[in-house]
């Protein structure tokens, strides 16, 4: 297979909700992109079986690992891939609010799809954000300790972690909201 040539990050983000938009099609969602108009939600989705609406916004990286292969870090322990989030993603918490973490594997253009209601991503963010300035005033580490950049992490069953932390095994392909 050809080396893949660098793909701007709006490129990424776009094949993310497309591909999204292909699964909530296949298991029979109506699915709309909201093309930007609705603040932090990128499709709406309607179940005719159950008459309900759900939101979903879609975090993308191109940069998820192969199956049972597993980044390593220091303090968080190992996880299937990351998501980079923002500070406001702490305080987002609605019901039929969910977030897809669409990861593709840039060697081989596999798609892995996390779902996930939005108050356990809430959670996860703002402590991750606490333990990791925690960790970094303990070190007395010179890194910015007030930034606005989280992280989400999508952690594997029978690891143990230091905080509360989402795990690919409930999450992948969780299409039943």
């Known amino acids: 297979m050809a080396e893949q040539k660098k793909i701007s990050p709006n490129s990424v983000s776009l094949a993310g909700e497309f591909a999204v938009l292909s699964q909530l099609a296949l ?3 109506d699915a709309n992109m909201t093309l930007g108009h ?3 939600v990128d ?3 309607s179940d005719s079986r159950t008459d309900r609406m ?3 916004e879609v975090k993308t990286n191109n940069y998820c690992n192969d199956f ?3 980044s390593n870090s220091r303090i968080f322990g190992k996880y299937v891939s990351d998501w980079i989030m923002n500070e406001k993603h702490e305080k987002i918490y609605r019901p039929k609010l969910f977030y897809c973490f669409v990861g593709i594997n840039k060697k081989t253009n596999i798609f892995r799809y996390f779902i ?3 108050g356990v991503v809430a959670k996860y963010v703002r402590e991750e ?3 990791w300035k925690k960790i970094k005033e303990g070190e007395k580490s010179k890194v910015k300790l007030d930034t606005k950049m ?3 992490r999508m952690g594997i069953l029978n690891e143990k972690y230091n905080i509360d932390t989402p795990i690919s095994e409930k999450y992948e392909d969780n299409w039943n909201f």
């Open 38 to 40: 609705t603040k932090n």
């Open 27 to 29: 298991r029979g969602f």
């Open 116 to 118: 996930v209601p939005s």
């Open 43 to 45: 499709i709406l989705v």
């Open 54 to 56: 759900y939101q979903l």
């Open 68 to 70: 049972n292969k597993y």
């Open 129 to 131: 954000h606490n333990f």
């Open 150 to 152: 989280r992280l989400f």
